[in-house]
């Protein structure tokens, strides 16, 4: 392992602002051992629950553990903590994110002090763990209810974030009040909790500025992003797998507002100039789903070498314009919270429902591949998380028999050749989010060589 | 295996040769024997397409190019009506769906040996028959024995366990294959399977399996007449197509600098 940590280079990146994330990311963990000396509170955190302006606005510091397991898996360095749940009694088969926080904490709280060269110093013991029941994702809610038998003192608080699952049948309008009302009803329960834990009100006056920030971050991610849609494109998949961290990790922070200034300046000039990804843009790639390999986002790379380009991704595309989500007139931040939260969750629903046979995850794949002139779809099935990667398959055969854009000859029953449209190729690897042992960087690039080649094949078999 | 196939008008000679755990070295051996064969000098190939997993370690190709690509073209020199290829190789399976002896889309298994013609090789062993016997064997059973383990490993003992009980030996090789064309099936299922289907790699040879696996599809399942060779065969088209097209624009085809000498590796 330690031979294969030493080999393991840093990732090329296409933006100077992906490439300062490293630092940023281990600024912020550096960040959460510093404040829990100086007796802040740290909260152990999920991404997207919704509760990054709260916890903001209240000076708490989250603690991402799901970003803490990434690091150690893109260090390659998250076997042995992954061993350690292992022999704990938990299985390999569970997510690979909880297996190694859950391994690391174990181990910290054995010691009582950091395991011997912990990732970039370390998880911080926390002050308490917000966790968030979510649809499938089991983890949400067993996750630190694991760790608190490691850690017994430290209070588990969980919120319930639900939202409708598409039925094209079902208006979500007739249950949106309800959920709203329901999640209304989690958040304050959580601040009512942060307050105990705190001994501090909330000033709403304050969350108000941090959930208008988030707001406005999110609108400037979303024109940022929309950047990507030129030919060639200035940026891919392989750097939003970077500038995901202030999304996910810093919303409601002006840190955050401030890294999408600096991205957006970047990519307008990257377009003004023609400068893409790559010199000599062959195939623009969809990332259709599934989380990345952290240990081998080099894999980007190795596209851009065969001269395909990822100009979007739905993977941590967490946010949508907020000209586009209904917002009640409400000056309230924690019903604004809820409302922006229904409303991302149901974006794709009303567009769904007008194309027989789509859902809401494969009307998102279409839009995408429209606006963005996508020539293929890439999918990663991570063995360990079941709630994003289930269905994946399913997407992509439901796409196929819906969405047929390359038009094509061939060989009719009579020997004559006939025109006809088939679905854009795809391609699924398989791994996981941290386990290496998954891994195999051969296979993954004979698949990889072999996709190039299908789409070569393809675009040669085009009818223009 | 490592295949050689050499043609010029036609195939002028073929080997198929053990790959072994030196293939990364000796690809030139196996290119000097068909090059006996053929009774040619090196110098005389105008040009040379490397192929599989072990096609980064051959020194002397001109070009590489995957499996998929090369079994398309190769299938389809066979069988111009071609739509869907299933290719069971002792690494791995894939399925391949081909439109004018293009790929056009293809799914693979790397990962889980029980999916490969590796899984017929262990279980012969653990039986004590050869596995040219597997097939004939098989075709014999009018009840086959339920496999249910999914792992190499865990099929194996399950097989000697059956075995013990005193399940007739053809049973029990009849659900082999049938475990193996069911994961099979599975996986190419995902393609939206074409007629016609055609069965490539040395599974190719086993009747029992082609058998299995076309119960399994519910279509009929065609046989190359050497289903090792026709990753080989497309590779040795899609070199001749690059030679001749380099050759019409009065040009020689970009070669690499060759050598049929072992490489050193590290």
Not at chain 1, 310 to 334: G, H, K, V
Request: glycine content about 8%; charged content about 25%; hydrophobic content about 40%.
């Amino acid at each position: 392992m330690a031979e294969e940590k030493k080999k393991h280079k840093k990732r090329r990146t296409a933006t100077e602002a992906a490439a300062s994330i490293g630092p940023m990311v281990k600024e912020f963990i550096s960040g959460t051992l510093r404040a829990k000396e100086e007796g802040r509170k740290v909260a152990f955190t999920f991404i997207v629950c919704l509760y990054d302006e709260i916890l903001r606005a209240m000076d708490i510091l989250p603690v991402w553990t799901e970003n803490f397991a990434g690091i150690c898996g893109a260090k390659r360095d998250a076997e042995r903590f992954l061993e350690r749940s292992e022999s704990l009694g938990l299985s390999r088969s569970l997510c690979t994110y909880a297996l190694c926080g859950i391994g690391f904490d174990q181990w910290r709280e054995e010691l009582g002090e950091m395991p011997p060269d912990a990732p970039w110093g370390g998880q911080v013991r926390p002050d308490m763990m917000l966790s968030s029941g979510q649809i499938l994702c089991d983890p949400r809610n067993k996750w630190y209810q694991a760790s608190q038998l490691y850690m017994p003192d430290v209070p588990v608080y969980n919120i319930d974030l639900p939202y409708p699952l598409y039925e094209d049948d079902v208006e979500f309008t007739d249950v949106r009040d309800y959920y709203v009302k329901h999640i209304i009803e989690e958040l304050r329960g959580l601040v009512a909790f942060l307050e105990k834990q705190t001994g501090t009100k909330m000033d709403y006056d304050r969350l108000s500025e941090t959930v208008d920030l988030g707001e406005r971050t999110w609108n400037l991610i979303w024109e940022t992003y929309d950047l990507r849609r030129a030919v060639p494109t200035p940026m891919g998949t392989g750097d939003a797998m970077n500038t995901m961290v202030p999304m996910c990790f810093m919303m409601g922070t002006q840190e955050a507002y401030d890294f999408f200034l600096g991205l957006n300046k970047e990519l307008k000039e990257k377009v003004a100039r023609k400068e893409g990804v790559v010199e000599d843009e062959k195939y623009r790639l969809l990332w259709g789903g599934g989380l990345p390999s952290w240990f081998a986002l080099s894999d980007f790379n190795y596209f851009n070498s065969k001269g395909a380009v990822f100009p979007a991704e739905t993977t941590y595309r967490m946010i949508e314009s907020m000209y586009q989500i209904y917002m009640p007139d409400t000056n309230d931040p924690i019903e604004r919270l809820a409302w922006r939260w229904f409303g991302y969750w149901v974006f794709w629903h009303n567009k769904a429902r007008k194309r027989p046979g789509s859902h809401p995850d494969v009307e998102w794949l279409i839009q995408y591949i429209e606006d963005y002139k996508i020539d293929g779809i890439v999918m990663h099935e991570a063995f360990s998380c079941r709630t994003w990667h289930l269905g994946l398959i399913w997407q992509l055969n439901q796409l196929a028999k819906i969405y047929k854009p390359i038009p094509v000859l061939v060989l009719g029953k009579d020997g004559k050749k006939e025109k006809t449209n088939r679905e854009l190729p795809s391609l699924v690897l398989e791994s996981d989010i941290i386990d290496i042992t998954t891994y195999s960087e051969v296979d993954t690039r004979n698949r990889i060589d072999a996709f190039i080649e299908t789409l070569e094949s393809v675009a040669k078999s085009k009818v223009h | 295996m490592t295949k050689v196939v050499i043609m010029g008008e036609e195939i002028m000679s073929s080997v198929i040769g053990p790959t072994g755990p030196e293939q990364r070295r000796l690809a030139n051996n196996v290119m000097k024997e068909a090059l006996n064969r053929a009774g040619l000098p090196f110098k005389s190939i105008s040009y040379v397409v490397a192929t599989g997993y072990g096609r980064i370690n051959v020194p002397f190709a001109d070009k590489q190019i995957t499996e998929i690509t090369c079994h398309a073209r190769g299938v389809a020199s066979f069988f111009p009506d071609a739509r869907t290829i299933i290719d069971i190789g002792g690494q791995d399976s894939k399925g391949i769906k081909i439109n004018n002896g293009r790929p056009i889309d293809f799914v693979m298994n790397d990962k889980c040996a029980a999916g490969s013609g590796r899984f017929l090789e262990i279980i012969a062993d653990t039986l004590g028959i050869k596995i040219e016997e597997m097939g004939e064997l098989a075709l014999q059973s009018k009840n086959p024995a339920v496999i249910s383990n999914i792992c190499t490993i865990f099929a194996e003992q399950e097989v000697v366990d059956k075995l013990a009980e005193g399940i007739p030996l053809k049973n029990l090789v009849a659900g082999i294959l049938e475990s193996l064309a069911n994961r099979v099936s599975r996986m190419v299922k995902r393609l939206k399977i074409e007629r016609e289907v055609i069965l490539t790699g040395g599974v190719a040879k086993n009747a029992g399996m082609v058998q299995a696996l076309s119960d399994k599809l519910g279509y009929p399942v065609s046989v190359p007449p050497e289903p090792l060779l026709t990753g080989a065969v497309g590779a040795t088209l899609l070199g001749k197509e690059i030679a001749q097209k380099a050759k019409e624009r009065d040009e020689s085809p970009e070669r690499k600098e060759r050598s049929l000498k072992e490489i050193e590796i590290l």
